[in-house]
């Protein structure tokens, strides 16, 4: 079987080679980017906030944390997101999301791969929710692919159906902070066979694009009540502040 691979791969290759899954150009390896939007892609980093991993304008003491963290704290671990919100980071979201592009998943795992090295040795893996009418409309839940991804690449525990979404909610896109905190408020819950799970442990859930953080704090908020013992936030792409942006369109998804 394994003399056939070689072969067989060669022949899909050259009918169907690789794209840069930015804009579409012919790429020498699967789930690449070519080297515009490579260049293009703002991948964060330090210096970072220590609270929340907000990216700051220049090197700072360690422990340094951004005003916001420093005025009310967050519940969670830190927001680990690959890059910034932008065009090509944008297009991959909607991609994956609404375009069927399932593939596009492991790409995203990829980039966050990193991010764990700085977690403990056994974090669980749960991907924000969908509620069940939106799941039936899109067929998948983006977040559930990239952490499955990602539990593969590096054998990490998943568990998909931990959190459960109670209430279907309107799109967020266009509301408000304060209006998508109050739109999501209590509609996240652990699912009562996998309480015992979650206890103790330290979890990682994982998202597409993070905006505001009000779902995403939402499920932290229902991960810490089961009593996990600290919560770190995964996303692809972060919508920065305005004094940080960097080309970002001003429409992010919901």
């Known amino acids: 079987m394994q003399t056939l691979m070689g072969p067989l791969r060669s022949i899909i290759d050259f009918a169907l080679p690789p794209r840069c899954a930015g ?7 699967p789930d690449q980017f070519c080297a515009t939007c490579w260049q293009a892609l703002h991948f964060l980093g330090e210096p970072c906030c220590e609270s929340c991993d ?7 003491a360690e422990g340094a944390q951004c005003a916001t963290c420093l005025a009310q704290p967050p519940r969670h671990n ?17 991609k994956l999301k609404h375009g069927g592009k399932i593939g596009l ?12 090295s700085a977690l403990p040795d056994s974090p669980l893996l749960v991907p924000v929710p969908l509620h069940w009418t939106r799941l039936w409309r899109r067929r998948y839940n983006q977040s559930a ?8 690449l590096s054998a990490a525990e998943h568990c998909p159906d931990l959190l459960v979404r109670t209430k279907a909610t309107r799109s967020l896109g266009g509301l408000s902070a304060r209006e998508r905190a109050k739109m999501v408020k209590g ?12 206890r103790g442990r330290s979890v990682v859930l994982v998202d597409d694009v ?25 996303c692809w792409a972060r919508v920065l502040p305005e004094a940080l942006e960097l080309d970002i369109s001003p429409d992010p998804l919901s």
């Open 78 to 94: 830190g927001i680990k997101a690959a890059v910034a919100y932008g065009p090509i980071s944008r297009e991959i979201a909607l």
């Open 23 to 29: 804009c579409g150009v012919i790429t020498p390896d």
């Open 187 to 198: 509609v996240f819950a652990i699912r009562p066979k996998q309480q015992g799970r979650v």
């Open 145 to 152: 692919l990239i952490a499955a991804q990602l539990a593969q």
């Open 210 to 234: 993070y905006t505001s953080g009000a779902t995403a704090d939402a499920c932290v908020r229902a991960l810490l009540k089961a009593g996990a013992a600290d919560v770190t936030i995964f």
């Open 105 to 116: 998943a492991r790409l995203v795992a990829q980039q966050l791969r990193r991010h764990l």
């Open 54 to 60: 907000l990216p700051l304008p220049y090197a700072v």
